[in-house]
């Protein structure tokens, strides 16, 4: 079955200590993005890839860290969680710029 | 930047027909999507539309003026399950933001019986 799967779905940690979610696509897609998610705030792109080692920033990256080094990973770090990265995230890949954007199930991270 | 603006909630009844608006303005603008979220799930995509006009699929319409920087989902014969929010999306193809998605805040609809 073709999807975007993210781990893990619910996690609750503390301030400070370091975390990665993963996200991983099993369509072959060279776009990757994680947004994050917040009430009233909708979603907002965090990073993006375009291909194997290929990363930008989007609109929020203050905190994050990512990596795409084979094309279908990319996991989104957290050196230093602190609280304001309490969020709803999620990961997205399509196969090109033009074309649907698939999103994962998403991940509710607290951050006490 | 982009500005992508849609009414934070809309209330109908069963069976009627509703339509959210999308208003937005972005100097790269290639395309905009339509997405649905129901509560603590992932958007899934219901429309796109990158020429001017109507694309119908089923219940739900997308219409699109690029003149105006504006478009609508227009929703039929309304069910209690599309109780959701839904989201409005603005591809950017500008230099390195190619390709980029923008959305809006979205627009909670309920459905009452």
């Known amino acids: 079955e073709a999807q975007v799967t993210q781990n893990p779905r619910y996690l609750i940690t503390v301030t400070g200590k370091k975390l990665t979610v993963t996200c991983s696509q099993n369509m072959n897609h060279e776009y990757m993005s994680w947004y994050r998610q917040d009430p009233g705030l909708g979603l907002r792109q965090i990073y993006y890839s375009m291909n194997v080692e290929v990363t930008d920033k989007g609109d929020v990256p203050e905190g994050y860290k990512v990596s795409r080094k084979e094309k279908r990973n990319f996991p989104l770090i957290l050196e230093s969680p602190s609280p304001n990265q309490t969020s709803l995230y999620f990961c997205?890949?399509?196969?090109?710029?033009?074309?649907?954007?698939?999103f994962g199930p998403g991940t509710r991270l607290t951050v006490l | 930047g982009q500005n992508i603006d849609q009414p934070t909630e809309m209330t109908a009844t069963e069976g009627a027909i509703v339509q959210i608006n999308c208003t937005y303005q972005?100097?790269?603008?290639?395309?905009l999507f339509w997405y649905q979220q129901h509560a603590g799930e992932a958007p899934t995509f219901l429309s796109y539309n990158v020429l001017d006009g109507l694309e119908e699929k089923g219940r739900f319409s997308s219409f699109l003026s690029r003149s105006k920087g504006y478009s609508y989902l227009l929703l039929k014969e309304l069910q209690m399950k599309d109780s959701a929010s839904y989201l409005c999306?603005?591809?950017?193809?500008?230099?390195?933001?190619?390709?980029?998605?923008?959305f809006g805040r979205g627009t909670q609809l309920t459905v009452w019986p």
């Open positions: 997205a890949s399509r196969p090109a710029p033009r074309r649907v954007q698939f």
């Open positions: 999306a603005v591809r950017d193809d500008r230099g390195s933001t190619l390709g980029r998605l923008y």
């Open positions: 972005t100097s790269g603008f290639n395309g």
